[in-house]
């Protein structure tokens, strides 16, 4: 088998840095390309870091070179309360990234959003992501997948109480949410990881995957 080369955007973040390790030991690539503000300082002969600013991330369209793409950029509230900037940064970058895809034949595009995105929202957040969930699909990329994960339940390095207490309720919650509410239930960063690593190399009809089907595809063999 041809190995091949992705591109992670977002690899210092929370299921960025877990998607990283799997694809490092994952013999279907020989290189990892990382485009991001910081260094993930770790040092592998299949690592290729490009330390930019990612709101410019159009001016490296002749390094943006690959066979799939997951990008896993996203920020919150707490960390920009700008709208502008938070739009830029959850709106612009996928669309620029997925934009790099079309000009340079990259035919895999793999993003997560969030569950509740609707761009006829009247929410800001859900709407933004509903408007860039809809610009992905125009697009026409070959084979794109939107993750749409509920609440992650990770530990983050940055200290977010209102999301910690959330984390504890959903700890009694995910017990009860079955049937059609299965897909309230919260999520782990690993199994959103594995998933976008299996979606990229399987056949999946879905474009649109709620967080009970990447709990599923998270057990899956990669």
Not at 173 to 199: C, D, E
Request: proline share 4%.
């Amino acid at each position: 088998m041809a190995q091949k080369t992705a591109i992670i955007l977002g690899a210092t973040g929370l299921c960025g840095s877990i998607l990283l390790q799997i694809l490092l030991k994952d013999n279907r690539y020989k290189k990892i390309k990382l485009f991001s503000r910081k260094s993930v300082e770790i040092r592998d002969e299949k690592l290729q870091e490009h330390i930019i600013d990612l709101l410019r991330l159009s001016d490296h369209e002749s390094d943006f070179l690959a066979d799939e793409v997951f990008c896993c950029i996203g920020t919150t509230r707490a960390k920009t309360p700008d709208k502008d900037l938070y739009k830029k940064i959850d709106f612009g970058i996928p669309l620029n990234a997925a934009s790099l895809c079309k000009k340079n034949k990259i035919g895999t595009f793999v993003v997560i959003s969030s569950l509740g995105a609707n761009a006829e929202s009247r929410v800001f957040y859900t709407k933004l992501k509903g408007q860039m969930e809809n610009a992905l699909v125009s697009m026409g990329i070959p084979k794109i997948h939107i993750l749409q994960p509920s609440l992650i339940a990770g530990h983050r390095e940055e200290n977010r109480p209102g999301e910690w207490f959330a984390k504890k309720v959903f700890l009694v919650l995910n017990t009860v949410l079955v049937g059609p509410f299965r897909k309230y239930r919260s999520v782990t960063p690993q199994a959103i990881a594995r998933s976008m690593v299996w979606l990229a190399n399987n056949s999946y009809e879905k474009i649109k995957i709620p967080s009970d089907k990447i709990a599923n595809l998270g057990e899956a063999e990669i």
